[in-house]
């Protein structure tokens, strides 16, 4: 596409953003949003969508890494297949495994513990606790003063928050630090798996089609929230039962049509359409590319010893699937950064803002703060590229858990106001729970390829991004080769109780005088680069410090700008309680290539093959040939077609319309979404359930920086789908049942 019309496309969606569907907004300004909602055929009220006690926003939850929704009175939860993986995971085995297999529990006395570390985080209430927060901070401190006076601050909120130990509070930067929330969540400990479908139905198409479309995945998994007999949040116990959810979304077995409006709430983890162009060019020249290899690297490890060893291969599944799906969507991101020229529409938008600072000399205050921001994100992304070896250096789940038990020691001797965060006295459970975890998720053998691959790669880079208390603690030299550095390292393992649960446990509590005389070798290599780790982490705080202070006066010139253009701005995603608003809708995905808004069964029994990950269960292939529809069957046509700006800017053609006789398998909507809304409810516009966000399209991956309306879809499975496969392919009934299905 011409980059004409991508930079006037820029210029308009600098003026006019709230016409288009972008926007991961905050639940308190949906009441802002009232007319754009309605002009969706959103029924539910603005005003209702920002009060968290009031349906359907009380049924949204998070998994602290995904998104996720309650679907019944009694704590039943769905999510994403790939969101549930940790699960599913932590209950197979070589002989048993439930990720091949699937898994339902007919009862719930069947049901099984999700993992130590698994948990729902119900979010009640989000407060504005600016003023507390950096309201009174001297403007003479220092990068790493200013840093730890907001940590103290933030410290006191929390634990003046978390009085009662069933909360688990968080205050967080919105605006990047211009201003701060602090998050209250009731937080439910026991977790267990309930049904997830096979994975040759929840992860058909594997990583070939992970951002591809169209898509044919039964991404959906479902878990229950478990509490004491007093209903209160407690450890997982056979005597636990479960959680009473107040409200739970009704399913609609109707599901959408080509055209619907739609809601999709959730957890986005991360977005940068504030950041500088700058910022783009150092992602897209360095941090990125880096990034790719490590990724890939690690990936080829694991699945080359996987391969031969199925005890490591379900060991190691969760993790590279998770590496896979960074790597692809980095891949995409540069991918994307060379079809559509973001640096330059950044650019754009940029000189959109400095014309309007110089249009009044009452704006030239903000003139300052750009060069400001500027002068710290250089300093960042020095330090980005002097650290990111060394950070790889230490990509050992042994030497991480040796890391982890020193910094708790050194920190348990500080009163626990000036701990750390992470090492509070709220922390030790879940630090304990993470070195029980590594019980299903760690082997030497793997632990010692991905570790020796990474330091040989450490090793090749320049002496000043090195580290000699590294090099002088394992005894390596420049040139050496894995194989050396392995042959070197695989001696350390027998030597180190830290290979079991046990051994690591035994560690909590120990003084750091304990951990200076050990001759555990990887206590001491800890013990070794300790002060080096401590004196990069205050370069990083005197960066943050500052971050936090310059960067929060360039978002109040966006702003200010955006206000004098009448519309409100969206923060960038942080990991917190989002909605975001769009259309069931296809895509011009690139020259003469329409890809339309469904998928469905029949697409995919065609599409499958003889191996995984195209393989499907015979019973599925089954079930639809015998015509076991009846209720999922979709027959409508799709409204008449209506190009958006850039295809009458460039002539995209009307793609034919015909009509759909299968049961849909997924649906493409203009959500705005990013990593953390996997398993987001797509809601229809009475805010009932009609699918499940999974993943975006290709052409889609850059939308973390920068949104365009006509190519950007979400993916997401419909609910027919789930429901048509619980009924007819899996006999999942008893969930059917205790579910509020409506047509």
Same mark, same amino acid.
């Given at each position: 596409?011409?980059?004409?019309?991508?930079?006037?496309?820029?210029?308009?969606?600098?003026?006019?953003?709230?016409?288009?569907?972008?926007?991961?907004?905050?639940?308190?300004?949906?009441?802002?949003?009232?007319?754009?909602?309605?002009?969706?055929?959103?029924?539910?009220?603005?005003?209702?969508?920002?009060?968290?006690?009031?349906?359907?926003?009380?049924?949204?939850?998070?998994?602290?890494?995904?998104?996720?929704?309650?679907?019944?009175?009694?704590?039943?939860?769905?999510?994403?297949?790939?969101?549930?993986?940790?699960?599913?995971?932590?209950?197979?085995?070589?002989?048993?495994?439930?990720?091949?297999?699937?898994?339902?529990?007919?009862?719930?006395?069947?049901?099984?513990?999700?993992?130590?570390?698994?948990?729902?985080?119900?979010?009640?209430?989000?407060?504005?606790?600016?003023?507390?927060?950096?309201?009174?901070?001297?403007?003479?401190?220092?990068?790493?003063?200013?840093?730890?006076?907001?940590?103290?601050?933030?410290?006191?909120?929390?634990?003046?928050?978390?009085?009662?130990?069933?909360?688990?509070?968080?205050?967080?930067?919105?605006?990047?630090?211009?201003?701060?929330?602090?998050?209250?969540?009731?937080?439910?400990?026991?977790?267990?798996?309930?049904?997830?479908?096979?994975?040759?139905?929840?992860?058909?198409?594997?990583?070939?089609?992970?951002?591809?479309?169209?898509?044919?995945?039964?991404?959906?998994?479902?878990?229950?929230?478990?509490?004491?007999?007093?209903?209160?949040?407690?450890?997982?116990?056979?005597?636990?039962?479960?959680?009473?959810?107040?409200?739970?979304?009704?399913?609609?077995?109707?599901?959408?049509?080509?055209?619907?409006?739609?809601?999709?709430?959730?957890?986005?983890?991360?977005?940068?359409?504030?950041?500088?162009?700058?910022?783009?060019?150092?992602?897209?020249?360095?941090?990125?590319?880096?990034?790719?290899?490590?990724?890939?690297?690690?990936?080829?490890?694991?699945?080359?010893?996987?391969?031969?060893?199925?005890?490591?291969?379900?060991?190691?599944?969760?993790?590279?699937?998770?590496?896979?799906?960074?790597?692809?969507?980095?891949?995409?991101?540069?991918?994307?950064?060379?079809?559509?020229?973001?640096?330059?529409?950044?650019?754009?938008?940029?000189?959109?803002?400095?014309?309007?600072?110089?249009?009044?000399?009452?704006?030239?205050?903000?003139?300052?703060?750009?060069?400001?921001?500027?002068?710290?994100?250089?300093?960042?992304?020095?330090?980005?590229?002097?650290?990111?070896?060394?950070?790889?250096?230490?990509?050992?789940?042994?030497?991480?858990?040796?890391?982890?038990?020193?910094?708790?020691?050194?920190?348990?001797?500080?009163?626990?106001?000036?701990?750390?965060?992470?090492?509070?006295?709220?922390?030790?459970?879940?630090?304990?729970?993470?070195?029980?975890?590594?019980?299903?998720?760690?082997?030497?053998?793997?632990?010692?390829?991905?570790?020796?691959?990474?330091?040989?790669?450490?090793?090749?880079?320049?002496?000043?991004?090195?580290?000699?208390?590294?090099?002088?603690?394992?005894?390596?030299? &420049?040139?050496?080769?894995?194989?050396?550095?392995?042959?070197?390292?695989?001696?350390?393992?027998?030597?180190?109780?830290?290979?079991?649960?046990?051994?690591?446990?035994?560690?909590?509590?120990?003084?750091?005088?304990?951990?200076?005389?050990?001759?555990?070798?990887?206590?001491?290599?800890?013990?070794?680069?300790?002060?080096?780790?401590?004196?990069?982490?205050?370069?990083?705080?005197?960066?943050?410090?500052?971050?936090?202070?310059?960067?929060?006066?360039?978002?109040?010139?966006?702003?200010?700008?955006?206000?004098?253009?009448?519309?409100?701005?969206?923060?960038?995603?942080?990991?917190?309680?989002?909605?975001?608003?769009?259309?069931?809708?296809?895509?011009?995905?690139?020259?003469?290539?329409?890809?339309?808004?469904?998928?469905?069964?029949?697409?995919?029994?065609?599409?499958?093959?003889?191996?995984?990950?195209?393989?499907?269960?015979?019973?599925?292939?089954?079930?639809?040939?015998?015509?076991?529809?009846?209720?999922?069957?979709?027959?409508?046509?799709? &409204?008449?077609?209506?190009?958006?700006?850039?295809?009458?800017?460039?002539?995209?053609?009307?793609?034919?319309?015909?009509?759909?006789?299968?049961?849909?398998?997924?649906?493409?909507?203009?959500?705005?979404?990013?990593?953390?809304?996997?398993?987001?409810?797509?809601?229809?516009?009475?805010?009932?359930?009609?699918?499940?966000?999974?993943?975006?399209?290709?052409?889609?991956?850059?939308?973390?920086?920068?949104?365009?309306?006509?190519?950007?879809?979400?993916?997401?499975?419909?609910?027919?789908?789930?429901?048509?496969?619980?009924?007819?392919?899996?006999?999942?009934?008893?969930?059917?049942?205790?579910?509020?299905?409506?047509?």
């Amino acid at each position: 596409m011409n980059t004409k019309y991508l930079l006037m496309a820029a210029a308009l969606g600098v003026s006019f953003v709230a016409v288009a569907d972008e926007g991961q907004w905050q639940p308190h300004q949906l009441a802002e949003l009232q007319a754009e909602l309605s002009a969706k055929g959103i029924e539910i009220p603005g005003k209702q969508l920002a009060d968290l006690s009031q349906y359907p926003m009380s049924a949204i939850v998070s998994l602290g890494y995904c998104s996720a929704s309650f679907v019944s009175p009694s704590g039943l939860v769905v999510t994403n297949h790939h969101c549930g993986y940790n699960a599913i995971q932590n209950n197979s085995t070589k002989d048993n495994n439930l990720i091949e297999k699937g898994f339902l529990a007919k009862s719930q006395g069947e049901e099984l513990p999700a993992g130590a570390q698994e948990r729902l985080y119900i979010t009640e209430s989000v407060t504005d606790v600016t003023a507390q927060v950096s309201g009174n901070l001297p403007a003479e401190l220092s990068g790493s003063e200013r840093y730890e006076a907001i940590e103290t601050n933030r410290k006191a909120l929390i634990k003046s928050c978390e009085s009662d130990a069933n909360y688990r509070c968080s205050v967080v930067s919105f605006h990047h630090g211009m201003q701060y929330f602090q998050i209250k969540q009731l937080m439910l400990q026991d977790v267990r798996l309930v049904y997830a479908p096979s994975e040759a139905i929840g992860n058909f198409g594997g990583d070939i089609d992970n951002f591809e479309y169209p898509r044919h995945t039964g991404d959906y998994t479902f878990l229950r929230g478990y509490v004491g007999k007093d209903g209160k949040p407690a450890p997982y116990s056979v005597d636990n039962v479960p959680y009473q959810s107040k409200h739970y979304l009704k399913v609609n077995a109707s599901g959408v049509r080509a055209g619907d409006g739609i809601l999709l709430a959730g957890y986005p983890g991360r977005t940068s359409r504030y950041r500088l162009a700058d910022e783009i060019a150092f992602a897209a020249d360095w941090q990125y590319p880096a990034q790719v290899k490590t990724y890939q690297q690690i990936i080829n490890t694991i699945d080359r010893l996987g391969a031969t060893d199925a005890d490591l291969k379900v060991k190691y599944a969760s993790t590279v699937k998770s590496l896979n799906n960074r790597m692809k969507k980095l891949q995409g991101l540069l991918d994307g950064f060379k079809v559509t020229d973001i640096h330059a529409i950044k650019q754009q938008q940029e000189q959109e803002l400095l014309n309007w600072i110089n249009s009044d000399s009452a704006y030239q205050q903000y003139q300052q703060s750009i060069a400001a921001l500027k002068t710290v994100i250089d300093a960042e992304q020095a330090y980005t590229q002097q650290t990111y070896y060394f950070d790889n250096a230490k990509r050992s789940d042994m030497l991480q858990a040796a890391m982890l038990l020193y910094r708790l020691a050194v920190e348990s001797e500080k009163p626990d106001a000036q701990r750390e965060m992470g090492f509070q006295q709220r922390d030790l459970a879940m630090i304990d729970n993470r070195l029980t975890r590594m019980e299903k998720s760690f082997h030497p053998t793997m632990d010692l390829a991905i570790w020796s691959e990474q330091l040989a790669e450490y090793l090749a880079q320049p002496d000043a991004v090195r580290v000699s208390e590294l090099d002088a603690a394992l005894g390596l030299t &420049p040139g050496m080769s894995q194989a050396q550095i392995s042959d070197k390292l695989a001696a350390l393992y027998p030597q180190s109780a830290l290979t079991s649960t046990a051994g690591r446990k035994a560690w909590l509590g120990k003084a750091p005088a304990e951990f200076a005389n050990s001759s555990d070798p990887f206590i001491k290599l800890a013990v070794a680069i300790y002060a080096k780790n401590k004196a990069l982490e205050l370069e990083e705080k005197t960066l943050a410090g500052k971050l936090s202070q310059v960067r929060p006066a360039y978002m109040q010139a966006i702003i200010a700008y955006n206000k004098t253009l009448g519309k409100p701005v969206y923060p960038d995603a942080n990991s917190t309680l989002r909605i975001t608003y769009g259309t069931v809708d296809g895509y011009p995905a690139k020259d003469g290539v329409y890809k339309t808004p469904f998928t469905s069964v029949k697409g995919l029994i065609a599409k499958r093959q003889d191996e995984y990950p195209f393989s499907l269960p015979q019973k599925l292939v089954d079930a639809y040939n015998a015509g076991k529809t009846d209720g999922y069957y979709y027959t409508d046509l799709a &409204p008449e077609y209506k190009p958006g700006l850039l295809c009458r800017i460039g002539g995209c053609a009307k793609p034919e319309v015909k009509a759909f006789n299968s049961v849909p398998v997924n649906f493409l909507s203009s959500a705005d979404t990013t990593g953390g809304n996997s398993g987001s409810a797509v809601m229809n516009g009475k805010g009932e359930l009609v699918g499940l966000n999974f993943d975006s399209t290709y052409e889609s991956i850059t939308k973390d920086w920068y949104f365009n309306p006509e190519i950007t879809r979400a993916i997401h499975v419909d609910i027919r789908y789930v429901l048509w496969l619980m009924e007819h392919v899996d006999g999942a009934q008893n969930l059917l049942e205790e579910m509020d299905i409506v047509r």
